[in-house]
Structure formats: C-alpha cells, structure tokens
C-alpha cells in the first residue's frame, strides 16, 4: 500500500471513530436504499437524503460512511468522478460507486 493510501485510511479512520453513531447509521443507510434504486451512486445523493434530518461535525464522515458501505458489500467504487453539485464542494470532484444489489 502507498504511504498515501495509508494517509488517506488513516484519516477516514479518526473520522470514523468521531462521527456520530445515528448519523453514521442513517447515512449507510441512506447509501443501502440508493444502491437498491440506482446502478451508479455519488456522495451527493447521500447529502440530498441527509438534508434536514440530521447533521455531523464533520462532513469528512462522508467518506467512512462509503468505505462501511462497501464492506457491508452493497457499493464498490469505480474510477470515474463526477463534479459535485454541492455548492460547498466548490464543483470538486467526487467518487462514482456501483451499486452490487441490482
């Protein structure tokens, strides 16, 4: 593994471990239904789901919400990007995942 992959693991992990419980469940939750609706699914969609219902204090959680995703098995991510259209991303680019449940 690259020193970078390990970097990035790294901080997904810290997030993870200060992420709130409810919000992390409801957010791998959020991801379980997408997968079922759509083949391909983007971390914005999550945020459109999550507006209003609950928050976190860190919007980096979003990441480990997708890697537990793919480890309960119903996302794995592809190499294609998109430009978010949040407009707190600034139109960065964001991860695609394939859904495994369709």
């Known amino acids: 593994m ?8 790294e901080g997904i992990d810290r997030v993870e471990e200060n992420a709130e419980g409810e919000w ?8 379980w239904c997408l997968s079922h ?9 999550v945020w459109d789901l999550l ?5 976190t204090h860190d919007n980096r959680a979003m ?9 309960e098995g119903f996302i794995e991510p592809t190499d ?11 139109s960065r680019p ?3 995942w394939r859904s495994k449940l369709i």
Do not use: P, W
């Open 51 to 55: 507006e209003g219902e609950i928050e």
């Open 37 to 45: 609706d759509h083949v391909y699914i983007n971390t914005d969609q």
């Open 2 to 9: 690259e020193q970078g992959d390990l970097f990035r693991d």
């Open 24 to 31: 992390m469940n409801l957010a791998v939750g959020f991801v």
């Open 63 to 71: 990441g480990a919400v997708m890697r537990k995703a793919q480890a």
């Open 94 to 96: 964001i991860r695609v």
């Open 80 to 90: 294609r990007v998109i430009k978010s259209t949040r407009a707190v991303c600034h």
